[in-house]
């Protein structure tokens, strides 16, 4: 199953602030972030490795609650170059390493 | 760059056809990873190979029919597709290790006559 994000959709103007949240039904081991432009390959943010990990760089940071099973990622004083897909995955280890990616958030920032 | 490249970027076919999309990395991965992308289900996993063994099958219909000769290559042979089938089909490739990063091709552009 894969996990829920919220919300599906945002738009922003440049130097908000904006929050994408990412459920999971299963257990998470890890999360991962990546984010989509159009027309492009999906590029890898972050990983989460732990529950209550916090990682960030630059103005986007993401936080990990395992306990919830969720995972959220922050991005602070948008920039145009932000407008993308955002999607969080997770890994398994049921026998298989894989991905299985959330559900995906649109956000763009206007000038 | 990510060192996962896709060939071809479009692609248009007829039902009656039989073509093959191919991957290839570089960076030394030892699993590979075929994703369909569609408004619908954003990012669906397909077929998981780990050290060129199909580890993964998520349900997919027979006319998908993966390959992998080499830990580099990955190819997905398509025949007697429908028009639902049209969508972005991205590669990716990993290391087999728990928590790494995975690494996406720019995807093929199918389109279904």
């Known amino acids: 199953q894969q996990p829920v994000q919220s919300p599906q959709a945002v738009i922003l103007r440049e130097g908000e602030d904006a929050v994408i949240n990412c459920s999971s039904s299963?257990?998470?081991?890890?999360v991962h972030w990546y984010r989509q432009k159009h027309g492009e390959a999906p590029v890898f943010l972050m990983i989460l490795l732990k529950g209550g990990e916090q990682k960030g760089h630059d103005k986007i940071s993401a936080s990990f609650n395992e306990k919830k099973q969720q995972s959220s990622l922050y991005l602070t004083a948008s920039q145009l170059s932000y407008s993308g897909t955002y999607f969080c995955?997770?890994?398994?280890?049921?026998?298989?390493?894989?991905?299985?990616f959330g559900t995906g958030t649109r956000l763009k920032v206007l000038a | 760059e990510t060192g996962v490249t896709q060939t071809p970027r479009h692609l248009v076919m007829g039902m009656t056809n039989k073509k093959s999309l191919k991957c290839e990395q570089h960076?030394?991965?030892?699993?590979m990873y075929w994703y369909k992308q569609s408004a619908k289900k954003p990012l669906e996993l397909m077929f998981v190979?780990?050290?060129?063994?199909?580890?993964e099958n998520n349900s997919v219909p027979s006319r998908f029919s993966p390959e992998c000769p080499n830990s580099s290559h990955l190819f997905l042979h398509l025949h007697t597709l429908q028009p639902e089938d049209s969508a972005l089909y991205l590669c990716?490739?990993?290391?087999?290790?728990?928590?790494?990063?995975?690494?996406f091709g720019q995807g093929t552009r199918l389109t279904v006559v």
């Open positions: 960076l030394g991965h030892n699993a």
């Open positions: 299963k257990a998470l081991y890890s």
């Open positions: 995955g997770t890994g398994t280890t049921s026998g298989t390493y894989k991905y299985i």
């Open positions: 190979y780990n050290f060129k063994e199909q580890t």
């Open positions: 990716a490739s990993s290391q087999v290790t728990e928590n790494t990063e995975a690494f």
